[in-house]
């Protein structure tokens, strides 16, 4: 087979660091063509010289300068972008074959729609381009006859457990239900007086998973698992009522679906976002991913609950925004992406991060969706009305 180009949106981050892991597992399939993150020096320095990149893509100028000076006293041919609109250049270049988007926040949607646009395939791990405008993005995989892979776990289980070539009609291909599965997050057994007291270090210390800290605090919240309702309803074309979600501490069943014969078919697996990168990267055929097998001996047993929308309020406001549609997602978005960094900062505590996020539902003025530029219009509107409340 010919060999693949990849472009790394985020590539210093969680998700592209185990992208990386994957694709020096398999040097004769996959080549990287681009390496994309926000600020972080050192870390692409490395990758860089690891890698070898055609391009390296800085968002911040100061810090793609630096990057530039150390790579060329180092001897090596990686040409260094800087600005976001440089996220976009190395996504839709014709030599990338796909684009991992690992950008954390509403930051991965320009550059992730324009993939879209291009025909690529789209490793999606970036779940907030699809929460902002997920009508948007679906329209721009089927107008630029993209491949979009899912690899948030839940997703990557739901697309491994669907009829292959599943379209969306639930109803021909005798689907009940979506259940995704959530670990509960460090706080599951907390109660609410307890959670009043909860800092950024707490919410970053999760049971299962070593992630980025913004989707640590949304798994500690329940966020993330409304995130993912609303990205699996945009992937699949799956309706609110048949999107269920239950608590399995143990994160083994990454996520079922339910038939109505009675069957339920589900993906299990060790913990580990290697599983599902590697499974996108390589669809339809299946590649080895450096990861420990699931052992079942040592799996005590699995266990299930309801969770609780009095304590996790968030789970609640993304159902609700799911069923108003229109422009509600996004501002759901944008007002926790505000909240959780001033929570990461200690500047807010745990539970002001669903009080901000109803009070901007509530005053936003909710519109219908539109086209991508007016949404991103809501994002900055809503950004600024949430700081200003957090000042
Ligand atoms: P992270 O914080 O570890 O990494 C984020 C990456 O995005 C970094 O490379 C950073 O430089 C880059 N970035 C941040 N802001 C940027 C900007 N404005 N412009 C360009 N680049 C920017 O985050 P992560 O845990 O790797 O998560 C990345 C995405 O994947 C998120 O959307 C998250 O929800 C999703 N995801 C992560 C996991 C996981 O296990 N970590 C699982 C499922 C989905
Ligand atoms: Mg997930």
Redesign the pocket.
């Known amino acids: 087979m010919t060999i693949q180009n990849i472009t790394v949106?985020?590539?210093?981050?969680?998700?592209?660091g185990s992208t990386l892991d994957v694709v020096a597992m398999h040097p004769e399939r996959y080549q990287v063509y681009a390496l994309?993150?926000?600020?972080?020096v050192d870390k692409l320095f490395a990758q860089c010289q690891q890698f070898q990149p055609a391009f390296a893509v800085l968002?911040d100028v100061t810090a793609a300068a630096q990057l530039r000076n150390r790579l060329a006293a180092a001897g090596s041919r990686t040409e260094v972008l800087h600005g976001?609109a440089a996220?976009e250049t190395v996504s839709t270049a014709a030599e990338v074959d796909m684009v991992m988007a690992?950008?954390?926040?509403a930051?991965?949607l320009r550059p992730t729609i324009a993939a879209a646009l291009a025909g690529k395939r789209i490793l999606l791990?970036?779940?907030?381009s699809l929460v902002v405008a997920g009508e948007q993005f679906m329209q721009a995989v089927r107008r630029g006859g993209a491949e979009l892979l899912p690899?948030?776990?839940e997703h990557n289980a739901l697309f491994q457990s669907l009829p292959a070539g599943f379209a969306g009609d639930h109803v021909a291909a005798g689907i009940e239900e979506l259940i995704l599965t959530a670990s509960g997050g460090p706080f599951r057994q907390h109660s609410l007086q307890q959670l009043q007291q909860v800092t950024a270090e707490d919410a970053c210390r999760h049971p299962n998973?070593v992630?980025?800290?913004?989707?640590s605090v949304?798994s500690a919240s329940l966020m993330?698992k409304g995130l993912e309702v609303i990205e699996a309803h945009w992937l699949f074309a799956t309706p609110a009522e048949r999107i269920k979600v239950v608590v399995h501490p143990q994160s083994v069943i990454h996520s079922m679906v339910r038939y109505q014969d009675g069957s339920v078919i589900a993906q299990l697996g060790t913990p580990d976002?290697r599983t599902p990168i590697a499974y996108a990267m390589a669809w339809p055929q299946r590649i080895t991913a450096p990861v420990a097998p699931l052992d079942f001996m040592a799996l005590s047993g699995l266990t299930f609950e309801q969770p609780d929308l009095q304590r996790f309020p968030c789970l609640r406001l993304a159902f609700d925004c799911l069923r108003t549609g229109g422009d509600a997602s996004a501002v759901l978005n944008a007002a926790n992406e505000i909240a959780v960094a001033a929570f990461l900062d200690g500047r807010i505590a745990f539970l002001q991060i669903p009080q901000l996020i109803e009070r901007a539902l509530a005053q936003a003025e909710l519109a219908a969706s539109g086209d991508l530029d007016s949404l991103l219009e809501k994002d900055a509107m809503v950004r600024s009305l949430v700081q200003g409340w957090i000042a």
């Open positions: 949106l985020g590539s210093t981050g969680s998700i592209g994309a993150a926000n600020s972080q968002v976001a996220l690992a950008i954390v926040g930051a991965g791990a970036n779940k907030e690899v948030d776990s998973w992630m980025g800290r913004k989707i949304d993330n976002m």
